[in-house]
């Protein structure tokens, strides 16, 4: 048998995290996401969440109902070191606009790159993303795949509140920053659509794993887009992979 | 009228509690659920209501209520809280009626920092995911219970005639049991030993979100900083100010802090009801102490639900005999 090139790490009794790195990495997360999909379609029974994140896998488990080491065991089979990265499920277009006043600090990634803010903003919406992880709070949702030319770090001091449904970059990633908060990262675009909505017959329309791209629309079909999300429609556009 | 409780009075941090939103943390939603899970199952076992119904959690700022359309059977359970049925004293934890014009008021008393009230029948409230539970920050289920509010039921049945006391646990001062991890390897031999050695103090700005505790600096063998993983009830972390926070039911799914223990959940409730300035310890556990504790917490629910048949409602009319009594 291949040596485990993973570890178990207990949070108490009710949970244990599979561990297959220490960083963002887009092949330690593509680990993470093939154990989540395998757990998913072979549960054993006393499993009763898990939560992928970048870099470790979750599962809060019913050590009444499934043991401990019935539950490594378990992982053991389904961890597979050579497995394919699972694909993902499907992509989404997201419409986004980065006109000035949504786009609010492109002129600032401009700067501190040395590109043009259209050079910027074309790397941005050139790029097909890829959804790491959820965290902070419902639907914000984190992304691997912005490219290196404008992987800035975190400012070291944060910026006002952002617009709600703004699209930030920073640290080498990309986020849907669902709710208005002050930040250290840098707004690039706003989307009309609501990564979450809690009365909305799916609340969350991404799974980990998917992809998503951001079609950039001007400021006019920004308004009639979110005019129309206020009304109950999803705009953003799934497609299956 | 239809049947429900009136709140009369409410003060800051009373929530409905069920057993918490499931499925939803690998979107950023927290589970939220009760502080104390022990005490919030006697509750809901003594009421008849189903398991993992929900209730109304009470913090240290109390209430005060009424039936409105039906007498209910209500069972309150948790902490050591000073309850007057139209001002003749409960025992401290009971099984009552509680009838449209009498009037509920629920104190802290000298211990104990959240209670639960459950109910016979089912409250009738709009779910939200999948759970009733309300979780303040995210204003899931909504922020809290507030005077003039009135949850209704569904199924409110009649209750016992007179008060009936439930066996309390006898309060323990025994160490809180906790698992090394996830991230003990951020931390030396001599910080874990400081860490499980000393007293520790409950500070005051702790909440459902996190206890943060106070005392000896606790040092990081390689920094604060670790890429986010999921985060259990129970978690100690240590970020930057090197003193630890215990991550309870309002916690965020997942967090970058290194955690240095996990506390074990058949004591999670223990250190739930202690208050500001209380102290607490912590003891070493395995995963199979934990385990085996978790079964006797489980058995304990069903034996704390029962009614003590010791009890005539002579003995409940006289508060300080109650006391003696309960506290076995």
């Known amino acids: ?241 | 009228m239809s049947a429900g409780l009136r709140i009369l009075a409410a003060g800051p941090g009373v929530t409905v509690q069920d057993a918490g939103r499931r499925g939803y943390l690998r979107y950023g939603v927290t589970a939220a659920g009760p502080m104390d899970e022990w005490s919030f199952r006697i509750a809901n076992r003594a009421a008849g209501a189903r398991e993992g119904a929900a209730a109304l959690e009470i913090s240290v700022g109390g209430i005060e209520a009424t039936a409105q359309g039906a007498p209910l059977r209500l069972a309150l359970v948790g902490g050591e809280f000073n309850a007057r049925l139209d001002g003749v004293a409960l025992p401290t934890a009971c099984v009552f009626s509680l009838h449209p014009g009498d009037r509920l008021v629920v104190r802290a008393g000298p211990r104990g920092a959240w209670a639960y009230l459950a109910f016979g029948g089912a409250l009738a409230l709009p779910s939200t995911l999948g759970s009733l539970s309300m979780h303040a920050r995210s204003g899931l289920g909504g922020t809290g219970v507030r005077a003039g509010d009135v949850l209704p039921l569904a199924d409110a049945q009649p209750g016992p005639s007179h008060p009936l006391a439930l066996r309390g646990a006898p309060p323990s001062s025994a160490p809180i049991r906790a698992i090394p991890g996830p991230q003990d390897d951020y931390f030396d031999v001599a910080a874990l030993a400081a860490f499980f050695d000393s007293a520790w103090t409950v500070a005051a700005r702790s909440d459902r979100m996190a206890y943060a505790l106070t005392g000896p600096r606790i040092a990081h063998a390689k920094g604060f900083n670790i890429v986010s993983d999921g985060v259990a009830f129970g978690a100690i972390q240590i970020a930057g100010e090197r003193q630890p926070l215990v991550l309870m039911a309002d916690r965020a799914p997942t967090g970058g802090y290194p955690k240095i223990a996990n506390v074990v959940a058949a004591d999670l409730g223990r250190l739930a009801q202690m208050r500001p300035g209380e102290t607490v310890r912590f003891r070493r556990a395995s995963v199979a102490e934990a385990v085996a504790a978790l079964r006797v917490a489980h058995e304990a629910v069903a034996a704390g639900a029962h009614p003590s048949a010791a009890l005539s409602m002579d003995a409940l009319l006289n508060a300080n005999l109650i006391s003696g009594v309960t506290r076995g």
């Open chain 1, 1 to 241: 048998m291949q040596p485990r090139d993973y570890r178990l790490l207990d949070s108490g009794e009710r949970a244990l995290i599979v561990e297959f790195g220490d960083r963002v990495d887009a092949a330690i997360n593509a680990r993470v996401l093939a154990l989540d999909g395998a757990l998913a379609k072979a549960a054993p029974a006393g499993i009763i969440e898990t939560v992928p994140t970048y870099r470790s896998l979750a599962i809060h488990y019913d050590p009444l109902r499934l043991s401990r080491d019935a539950l490594a065991d378990h992982v053991e089979r389904l961890a597979q070191p050579h497995g394919a990265a699972p694909a993902p499920a499907a992509r989404w277009t997201f419409p986004c606009c980065l006109d000035e006043g949504m786009g609010e600090d492109l002129g600032e990634v401009a700067a501190a790159t040395g590109l043009s803010r259209n050079r910027v903003a074309a790397l941005f919406v050139g790029a097909v993303y890829r959804v790491y992880m959820y965290g902070f709070a419902p639907g914000w949702c984190y992304l691997g795949g912005l490219p290196h030319e404008i992987a800035l770090s975190r400012r070291a001091i944060l910026r006002p509140p952002t617009p709600e449904n703004s699209v930030l970059i920073g640290g080498g990633l990309a986020l849907v920053a669902v709710n208005s908060m002050p930040t250290g990262w840098y707004v690039v675009a706003r989307t009309p659509e609501r990564m979450f909505a809690r009365d909305r017959a799916q609340p969350f329309l991404v799974g980990v794993g998917d992809e998503i791209i951001f079609a950039p629309v001007d400021g006019a079909a920004f308004a009639a887009l979110e005019e129309r999300v206020a009304q109950g429609e999803v705009v953003a556009r799934r497609t299956g992979l």
